[in-house]
């Protein structure tokens, strides 16, 4: 009473492996074998009986937590490199698990509406250590997936090889889904929607082609967004 009792390694190791802590789904589970409901671990996995009932994000940093070994937010880091394993070994054919990845690391970005700064934290890194990860070459591939574009082929994107917001350019070029819970990951990469000098260029390329009635839209799309950016400018 008043203060810290010593507790066997081999009680609290029998704690962790019974099955004595409900679930969300109200089932008796080995500690173990649930995640502590935050943020990250939501995006991760969209199953009530894989979280400890009555356990929020304030608890994830608990001793109680760590020692049960409870699942609770993986590392930016170690979410980075599973992107670049979906990559690396022609991933994207679960889309619904890759998507899950870039949830929970928009889960450890900063949750304001603007850029972040290059040192703001992403989790157990910075904005200026994430953005190299993505890919800053357009010719090279970086780890923005697919299934997260409105292009949904086989290329990887870096962060200058798309924009955000609406498809003004209608699938000619990729834009970043619009999903309000990736948006915090859209702004820590830097991903912005065409500027002038991108809409210039695109309708240089459409006046170059023989006309098309489909591409009527598009140049409406393109001059309505333009019309927008010049008014910021005024």
Known sequence: RGGWVKVPATWIAHLANEAWFLNDAGVLCKPRDLAIATKITLALYDDPAKFAAGL??????SQFARVLGMKVNPPASELVQAIERHRDEGGDTNQADTLKLYRALAGHCPQGSATPSPDAHV?????SMLRPKFGVSRSRRGLIAP???TNPDTEWYPPTGVY???DIFHRRRPFVITDRSLAPLWNALNVGAPTLADCIRE???LALAPHAPENDAVLIDIYRHMDKLLEKVS
């Open 56 to 61: 929020i994000d304030a608890d994830a940093d």
């Open 123 to 127: 989790g157990d890194m910075t904005v």
């Open 147 to 149: 299934c997260v574009t």
């Open 164 to 166: 955000s917001g609406k």
């Open 203 to 205: 309708l240089e390329e």
